[in-house]
């Protein structure tokens, strides 16, 4: 009993000690998506590649915890080509002039059962608005064959994409529009640990 109180007291030390720390989004596991209503009858659904950014998280300083996000908008993907090149284009994502979506947390609010809200300024076709994401992890870590940590994230926020500046739309025939205003997001992202928080930067 006393050999299996002090396994799980080490478990509990390596998980602290492993979360109070920097992470950087793996690209290769991660993707950002998308949900809006096409013509009020059905919902059309894409995602981006490409993420990248970093994440401080420290389960036991959580107001202290921050992150930041880069998403390609170049790489929309709505398994539509036709629908793609639209939502590159000036009418939508203008991804010439606007190739990225950003994100960066400003703060959090503790939430129950190990979710929490993350707010924070998103920029998107070169417009800067406050979203709010609701956050679920980040997961137990687990080691890889190499001993790297992993974990993972998802969170979730809806948006009106007019606040963004993107308002291209039309006006159906039989009443309604072409494209909902509201958009659901969605952002699932596997984080691998750079560097124990505190720790001293490489030369």
């Known amino acids: 009993m006393k050999h299996l ?3 799980a007291l080490a478990a509990a030390i390596f998980a602290a000690s492993s979360f109070g720390a920097q992470w950087s989004i793996d690209p290769a596991h991660s993707d950002a998506s998308f949900a809006v209503k096409h013509m009020m009858v059905s919902t059309v659904r894409g995602s981006f590649s490409g993420l990248k950014g970093t994440v401080e998280y420290d389960p036991n300083d959580l107001a202290a915890s921050k992150a930041s996000l880069v998403i390609d908008a170049t790489t929309v ?4 080509q036709n629908r793609d090149q639209h939502l590159r284009s000036a009418e939508f994502f203008d991804v010439t002039k606007y190739p990225t979506i950003s994100f960066v947390s400003k703060r959090i609010i503790p939430g129950a059962n190990g979710k929490f809200q993350l707010i924070g300024e998103m920029t998107m076709h070169g417009v800067t608005k406050e979203v709010t994401f609701n956050v679920e992890g980040p997961a137990q870590p687990v080691k ?3 001993g790297i940590l992993h974990s993972g994230a998802t969170a979730t926020a809806e948006v009106n994409r007019k606040d963004f500046g993107l308002t291209w739309n039309k006006t159906l025939d039989g009443g309604g529009v072409m494209v909902g205003d509201d958009v659901e997001l969605t952002v699932e992202v596997e984080l691998v640990q750079a560097k124990p928080a505190g720790s001293a930067s490489a030369n």
Do not use: F, G, P, S
């Open 144 to 146: 890889d064959a190499k």
């Open 5 to 7: 109180c002090n396994l």
């Open 77 to 80: 993907d709505t398994r539509d």
